[in-house]
């Protein structure tokens, strides 16, 4: 009897891994099925649309831009909007020894004789611009500052100098310093009179048109 209980209780334990294993079996075919079936057939489920994107027909989205967009770019530029202008000053300087501050002392000249070149620099701080954007009409404002001479200096490659020294006044360097000195402000007056000036602002107006291209469909306005 105990024999026969046992015999029993073990076919009772296969018929359940029996049982386990069909259904086991089962759902690994359906899954291998879907996955034959996916992969030659495609997915057939389409997708909708995106959430927040829908748009009624025509209907075309418009790039809005802001003052600190625009103002960045702005900051890219820094100082390259700058123009340069070219000057050729001719000058002699003569130096003569005095008696109590207002009696020259005759055989004391020295003279120093000049011709040389030069540039000005010219630019425009463009981080100072505070630009207004009108996206409503797509345009953007540009108020350009007043231009500031960046830099004024002699070519050192294009001096010609003669001197006239003497024995009882040698030429001190201070007078070279003083006589560069009167070059550079003769210089800049020299082409503030040809309109450097005027041609720096158009200068920086192409350089800012160039840089805010890129704001599509936006057209710069300069004003003031």
Not at 144 to 157: G, H, K, R, S, T
Request: charged share 20%; glycine share 10%; aromatic share 10%.
């Amino acid at each position: 009897m105990r024999a026969a209980g046992f015999w029993s209780r073990v076919g009772r334990a296969l018929r359940g891994l029996l049982a386990v294993a069909v259904v086991f079996g089962m759902g690994f075919g359906a899954g291998y099925g879907v996955f034959w079936y996916r992969s030659m057939h495609g997915d057939a489920v389409e997708a909708g649309p995106a959430p927040g994107d829908l748009r009624l027909p025509g209907e075309v989205e418009k790039r809005v831009v802001t003052v600190d967009e625009v103002s960045a770019k702005l900051k890219e530029i820094g100082q390259l909007a700058v123009y340069m202008g070219e000057y050729t000053v001719e000058k002699s300087v003569d130096h003569t020894r005095f008696l109590l501050d207002d009696i020259p002392i005759p055989g004391t000249t020295n003279t120093i004789h000049f011709t040389c070149s030069g540039v000005v620099k010219v630019g425009f701080e463009l981080t100072e611009i505070a630009p207004t954007v009108d996206n409503q009409s797509g345009k953007i404002y540009i108020a350009l500052p007043a231009a500031a001479v960046l830099d004024n200096y002699v070519i050192w490659d294009s001096v010609e100098c003669t001197e006239s020294n003497n024995l009882l006044n040698p030429i001190d360097f201070a007078q070279y310093q003083v006589l560069i000195e009167e070059i550079e402000q003769d210089g800049l007056a020299k082409v503030e009179a040809e309109g450097i000036y005027d041609a720096a602002r158009e200068n920086a107006k192409r350089v800012v048109r160039n840089f805010l291209a890129g704001f599509d469909g936006f057209e710069v306005v300069f004003v003031g």
